[in-house]
C-alpha cells in the first residue's frame, strides 16, 4: 500500500507503524463520573468495520507525523490522508 | 457408513460404487434447539461435541458459503500446546489430547501427525523464559522438553545455528505438538455430526438476529428466518460484522495473516520449527511442500491477502535461519483473517442477550484450539456453564482487569 503523505508526498506503508481506529484520537474525560466504563470502551471496544476505515498511521521511519488515512479495509484502498494534528485542530483542540 | 481398510478393499474391488456423500444437504427446519453459526472448524466441532457429547438432537450449523472455506482451510495446519497461563495452558492441552484421539472419534483419518514442535532460543533471556514456559507446560499434563545446540544440530543439520545477530542457543520443544490435515478437520467434523442429525446447511447468511425483549428467538437469513432456542456465533474474523447485527461491539479487530506453501520436496523437515525472533516457522506437508508464515500484516483487513512488505519479512527470516529454502520456488500464498482480540486470548461466552452465545478471538492460533473450541463452546450451549478448562475465556475480563495477555502487548491486537 502506498500512503500519499500531505507533506511527503507517495510513501510505501512499511515506513508507518499502525496505530488502530482514529477514534483513540477523542480519550474520554478521566474526571467525568463514568470515566472508568468510557476508559474501557475506548481502549478494549472496537467498530472494526468491513469497508472504510477511519486509521492512524504514525510515519515511524520518516518525519514521525502522525497520519489519519481512511482506508478500505475490503480493498485496502485509500481514498483521504490527512495530518492527525489537522484533524485534532479542526476538532477545536489545540 | 463406517470408514475402514476393510471398506476401501471392498469398494475397490467393485468399482467404487458404494460410496455415498460424507453428509447431506437439508432443507433449513424452521426450529432448532441450537443453530450454530459459521460452518468452519470450530462450528462444525461445536455441532458435533453438542450432538455426540451432550446429546442434542436438534442441532444447525449454518454457512455462508461453503463449509471449511475460512481459516480451517486458511493456516498451516500446526497442532501444539506450549502456553505458559494458567487462563490458557489447561485449555490447550485439553485440545491436544482431543487431536490425539480425533481420528478415532470421528472415524476419519485427519492425518493428525506428533511430529513435534521446536521454539528456538537465541539468548539467555530467551531460555529463562522458555525454561519457564516449559515448567508451566508440564505442571498443566503437558510434555516439554529444553534441547542444546547439539541435539538441534543432530535433528535439523540444515538449521543455521551461527547466524550472527540469532545465534541458536537451544530450543524448547513439544514432542506431542505436530501438524493435522487442516481440511479433513473440516470435512471430518461435518461428517460426523451430520451422521448424529446435525443438519449442515450451506451457502445461507445469517442478516440479522431476531431478539425480543433481550432474548434471542432465532437469525434472519439468506434462507428465510431460523428459530432456535439458543443460538451460538463462530465466525472469526467475521465476528464483529455479525455480533454488530445484535448491536454488540468486540474487544478485537480484524487482521490479514499470509502464509507460503513451497513445491512439493522430498522429505527435508521432520518436525515443526518457529523462530519467533525472525517472525518465521516452518513445517513440511504430507505432499512435501515447505509451509512457513510469519506476523500479521498489521492492519486492520478483511481481504484475504496481503501486502509486499509482509512477504518479505518472512522471507528474510526464512532465510537468516533456514537457508536452503531460498532453493525451493514458492507454489501459493494467501492470506486469512485473524480475529485478534485486545489481549491475544479468545472468549468463550454468554453475551448480554439471552439465548445469544459467543465463540470468537482466536488470534492467529484458533487451528490447534479447534477440537477443545467445539467441546468448550458445545458445553456452554447444552449447560449454560463454562467448560472447567474454558472458564477464564470471558468477556468481561477486559472490564475486570484479568486479560491473559501471553506476550504481554496489551491492548495493542496486532502485536499479540
Known sequence: MIINHPLLGPRDSAEFTYMGDARLMDRPDPDAPDAAAAFYDYAYLRDNPAGWHRELW????????????????????????????????????T | ??????????????????????????????????????????????????????????????????????????NTTIIRSNYLLDGNEPFYEFSLKLWENLEQDLNYNAMVSQRGIL??????????????????????????????????????????????????KGGLA???????????????????????????????????????DGVCKGVETTRGFIGAKKVGCAVAGN?????????MRLPMESHVLQAFVSEGLKPVLPGVITFGAGHFYCSQSDKGGLVFGGDLDG???????????????????????????GRARLLRMWGGIMDMSMDGSPIIDKTHIDG????????????????ASGFAFAHLLAKDEPHPTATAYRFDRFEKGRMIDEKGMGNQPNLH
Open chain 2, 1 to 74: 457408513m463406517r470408514y475402514s481398510a476393510f471398506r476401501v478393499i471392498k469398494e475397490a474391488l467393485t468399482g467404487h460404487k458404494g460410496w455415498k456423500p460424507a453428509w447431506r444437504d437439508p432443507v433449513p427446519a424452521a426450529q432448532y434447539d441450537i443453530v450454530v453459526v459459521g460452518g468452519g472448524g470450530h462450528g462444525l466441532a461445536t455441532a458435533h461435541y453438542l450432538a455426540k457429547e451432550f446429546g442434542q438432537a436438534r442441532v444447525a450449523v449454518i454457512e455462508k458459503g461453503w463449509i471449511g472455506g475460512g481459516n480451517v482451510g486458511r
Open chain 2, 356 to 371: 445469544l452465545y459467543f465463540n470468537g478471538g482466536w488470534c492467529y492460533g484458533g487451528f490447534k484450539a479447534t477440537p
Open chain 1, 58 to 93: 504514525f510515519h515511524e521511519a520518516g518525519d514521525r507525523s502522525w497520519l489519519v488515512v481512511t482506508r478500505n479495509t475490503v480493498t485496502h484502498e485509500i481514498s483521504a490522508v490527512e495530518l492527525a494534528s489537522d484533524v485534532a485542530r479542526a476538532q477545536g483542540r
Open chain 2, 299 to 325: 492492519y486492520n483487513s478483511y481481504a484475504q491477502r496481503g501486502n509486499l512488505p509482509a512477504v518479505e519479512d518472512v522471507c528474510e527470516g526464512a532465510m537468516a535461519i533456514f537457508p536452503m529454502l
Open chain 2, 239 to 247: 465476528s464483529s460484522r455479525l455480533m454488530a447485527l445484535a448491536n
Open chain 2, 119 to 168: 521454539n528456538l532460543i537465541h539468548s539467555d533471556g530467551q531460555r529463562d523464559a522458555f525454561t519457564r514456559r516449559g515448567n508451566a507446560m508440564i505442571l498443566n499434563g503437558a510434555d516439554a522438553d529444553i534441547l542444546s545446540t547439539e541435539d538441534i544440530k543432530k535433528r535439523y543439520p540444515f538449521l543455521n545455528t551461527d547466524d550472527a545477530r540469532f545465534p541458536i
Open chain 2, 174 to 212: 513439544q514432542h506431542r505438538g505436530g501438524t493435522v490435515r487442516h481440511d479433513a478437520v473440516a470435512w471430518g467434523y461435518a461428517r460426523s455430526a451430520d451422521s448424529h442429525g446435525v443438519d449442515i446447511i450451506q451457502n445461507c447468511e445469517v442478516t440479522g438476529f431476531r431478539i425480543e
